[in-house]
């Protein structure tokens, strides 16, 4: 897609490069101690799309979990459970390598 205007944000891949270099991000506060990066967020799911489509779902339900959890004042418990299982996972992975199995 191109720009209207040379004032225009890209509206192509390159966008992440674009928003990698600006001196800003947006925080959605999820509660009182969490702030979630929804450009980030939506950079991995953007990239996990084509890599892992079962990934990018899973990345989508966890944002949809976040924000109701917030909602509910409890986005620090879902954010601790994502953590487990993100490094359950990432333990699960390592032990593969170390195994020589293919994750």
């Not at 702030?35 to 990018?56: C, F, K, M, S």
Request: overall charge negative; aromatic content about 6%.
């Amino acid at each position: 897609m191109t720009n209207e205007s040379e004032n225009a944000l890209p509206m192509d891949d390159s966008i992440w490069d674009h928003i990698e270099h600006m001196d800003v991000s947006i925080g959605i506060p999820v509660s009182e101690n969490k702030t979630l990066d929804i450009l980030a967020a939506l950079e991995d799911i953007y990239y996990a799309v084509e890599a892992d489509p079962d990934d990018a779902r899973k990345c989508i339900v966890s944002l949809a979990a976040i924000f109701v959890a917030s909602s509910l004042g409890k986005a620090d418990v879902v954010w601790q459970e994502f953590a487990v299982q993100e490094a359950m996972k990432s333990l699960d992975e390592s032990l593969k390598e170390i195994l020589d199995e293919k994750p």
